[in-house]
């Protein structure tokens, strides 16, 4: 059974940082592209980062850029977000997605609700 599951999040300060991670079963991660994305209350879900097999990055959202980066350790079948300089409009539920066509790389993919999703973590920046 194909599973991610997010974890990492929890309440910071603004400008404190936090490391997401995001943990396949089921399947080898190494071959998948892998995206990042955040829904905020109220608001529409949000691409984040992806990760392409041979670990290049794409960023989809300008906000986080300079502040977040995205790295895999496939031995440990996870993918991670490095958020940094957190502010209060990071505040959302973090989740990682994975092509359901099995895609290697983010260029040109777009993730849409019949790809896997994991459950989300929360992250709330407040002082």
């Known amino acids: 059974q194909v599973q991610l599951v997010e974890s990492g999040g929890g309440l910071v300060r603004p400008g404190e940082s936090l490391t997401l991670s995001c943990t396949a079963s089921?399947?080898?991660?190494?071959?998948?592209?892998i995206g990042w994305f955040r829904r905020a209350p109220e608001k529409e879900r949000e691409g984040i980062l992806c990760i392409s097999s041979d670990r290049s990055s794409s960023y989809y959202s300008d906000s986080v850029k300079g502040r977040f980066t995205i790295s895999r350790d496939n031995a440990k079948n996870t993918v991670y977000l490095q958020m940094n300089s957190l502010n209060p409009e990071d505040t959302a539920v973090y989740y990682c997605?994975?092509?359901?066509?099995?895609?290697?790389?983010?260029?040109?993919?777009?993730?849409?609700?019949?790809?896997?999703w994991g459950q989300g973590t929360q992250v709330t920046v407040s002082s």
């Open positions: 089921g399947f080898t991660l190494a071959n998948f592209a």
């Open positions: 997605a994975a092509p359901i066509t099995g895609e290697h790389y983010c260029s040109g993919y777009t993730f849409d609700e019949s790809d896997y």
